[in-house]
């Protein structure tokens, strides 16, 4: 609709999402052509504005920063770093639903390229201990995010006198999390969760900027390519990549067969083309046959996506020969698995992880 003498247009569509035709075009022509905004808006801009932000923000006080070793949380982390220098302290989490060999190279990177404070905390037990029994996605992320801000608490008030708690929340994240006037997706652990009693002031220079903008900042920061580009992982990690319960062996299985993903997806030189690439470990078991004998186990599905906000995605035409040699390898060296599907379904109505 519109009132051209008032200046007044509305849709009743999404033209920020990539599948709408000329989305772009009708944000242009509002904005520049109606509101008479300047395109102004750049990854070195963005950078000069947040760092100007924080150190008003922070002033002298001390920072946490809870890093994941994701874009997001480096981006925030580099941007809080350079605002505010050693007030800042990174607390690393490991909650036991990383991927293979990720804590070592998380605390390896940032401890040798960033010289960042960095603080290493060993949480696996305890988070496993309280999603024991739970197969529900929604109750696992509450449990997820409430533990997350138990331990985020312990180690910040070890810190001293923590006035400040930087994350890598995106807008996406806010999105999805819900408001007064949208409906929930689903919960995001970064999002509303920190409990009252911890009573830190949160610092989110990504809040308002999708993935894409996120990296674009990424290597104006100067960050490398494997923290800039890496595939996107969820706050609660392979926890919603195992439907139903968590147990050590999905874990364990998981984290095998999810190896095998990347490096084939890395060896065909698809890394960079895709948004994200994973397993998602399918309890229910099926009926096969290997070596002539009967087998009677769980089934991993590949999820690959191309996208470029997240806000919507398509499923990835792998070629065929990648497709059979993830297949072949996963069957052939992850004990237990006997079946690979492959998820063709967008986003909408999908959404990219499965809880």
């Known amino acids: 609709m519109s009132d051209r003498s008032r200046k007044l247009f509305g849709v ?23 509101c008479g905004c300047r395109e102004t808006w750049t990854p070195a801009s963005v950078v000069t504005t947040s760092v100007e932000a924080i150190r008003n923000q922070v002033g002298s006080g001390k920072v946490a920063c809870a890093l994941s070793g994701g874009v997001d949380s480096a981006v925030t982390a580099a941007l809080v770093h350079r605002a505010v220098g050693d007030q800042l302290t990174c607390i690393f989490m490991d909650h036991g639903f990383l991927r293979k060999g990720e804590a070592e190279q998380v605390v390896r990177t940032f401890r040798e390229n960033f010289h960042v404070n960095l603080i290493h905390v060993q949480a696996q037990k305890r988070f496993l ?4 029994g739970v197969a529900d996605p929604e109750e696992k992320r509450r449990i997820i995010g409430d533990e997350y801000a138990n331990v985020l608490e312990e180690n910040a008030r070890k810190l001293g006198d923590v006035q400040f708690l ?13 408001t007064r006037e949208a409906a929930r997706i689903k919960t995001h652990h970064n999002v509303g969760g920190l409990p009252e009693t911890l009573k830190l002031q949160l610092v989110e220079p990504a809040r308002y900027l999708f993935k894409d903008e996120v990296r674009a900042v990424g290597e104006e920061l100067g960050l490398p390519d494997d923290i800039v580009w890496r595939h996107p992982f969820p706050g609660p990690g392979l926890a919603i990549r195992i439907l139903g319960e968590i147990t050590p062996g999905h874990l364990e299985t998981l984290r095998e067969a999810d190896a095998i993903i990347i490096d084939e997806i890395m060896a065909a030189g698809l890394y960079r083309r895709l948004f994200q690439c994973f397993g998602v470990l399918a309890p229910m078991k099926s009926v096969g046959v290997m070596g002539d004998q ?3 186990g769980v089934t991993i599905i590949l999820r690959a996506v191309v ?6 995605a398509d499923w990835a ?3 065929y020969e990648v497709l059979s040699r993830i297949s ?4 052939n060296e992850v004990p237990g698995v006997n079946r690979v599907a492959y998820d063709i379904s967008s986003k909408p109505p999908a959404t990219i992880e499965w809880e």
Do not use: K
């Not at 201990?129 to 024991?132: A, I, Y």
């Not at 996208?307 to 919507?312: K, L, R, Y």
């Not at 072949?328 to 069957?331: K, L």
């Open 328 to 331: 072949t390898r996963i069957i």
């Open 129 to 132: 201990d309280r999603l024991q």
């Open 307 to 312: 996208s470029d906000d997240a806000m919507t």
């Open 12 to 34: 009743q569509f999404h033209p920020e999402v990539v599948h709408t035709p000329w989305g772009v075009e009708i944000f242009r022509n509002f904005l520049y052509r109606q």
């Open 294 to 296: 009967r087998t009677y």
């Open 317 to 319: 035409q792998l070629p």
């Open 166 to 178: 930087a994350q890598g929340t995106l807008y996406p994240d806010v999105i999805e999390s819900g």
